[in-house]
């Protein structure tokens, strides 16, 4: 009775779609503790500006080649001067501004592969 009421309804000021015509929003999310990188970035010992063009070249690469997942080690910044993480700050200020047009998913990376101190990338190729 409820879905004869409702088919009768005057849609006309609507748009009708069905639900098969419907996109359903699902958002990518890896199983991060899984995750086995196929290429890796190690930027210990770079200046923030030397560091900032590896990682650009770095995605380019990846993303041109059809790599996915990458890993971008940066380090927890412990020796940096007053224990600020310069590079692990850069890097995520890269992935959500600039590089985000390439990215499709990112976090911390599980333990094993650093934890903290590096980025899981998942490119969208």
């Known amino acids: 009775m ?12 609507h748009s009708k779609k069905s639900i098969h015509d419907r996109k ?3 958002k990518f999310k890896p199983n991060i503790k899984n995750a086995v990188p ?3 970035l190690d930027l210990h010992g770079l ?16 993303k041109k ?13 412990f020796g940096s001067e007053n224990r600020i ?3 692990k700050n850069l890097v995520e200020y890269y992935l959500v501004t600039e ?3 390439y990215i499709k998913y990112f ?5 094993n592969l650093g934890g903290s101190g590096a980025k899981i990338i998942y490119l969208d190729i």
């Open 2 to 13: 409820f879905l004869s009421a409702i088919e009768n309804l005057d849609c006309t000021n």
């Open 24 to 26: 359903i929003n699902t």
């Open 38 to 40: 196929k290429d890796r």
């Open 47 to 62: 200046t923030s500006d030397r560091a900032l063009i590896e990682v650009k070249h770095f995605i380019y690469e990846c």
């Open 65 to 77: 080649n059809k790599i996915s997942p990458i890993l971008i080690i940066h380090g927890k910044g």
């Open 85 to 87: 993480p310069v590079l």
């Open 99 to 101: 590089g985000k047009n």
């Open 107 to 111: 976090s911390d990376a599980p333990i």
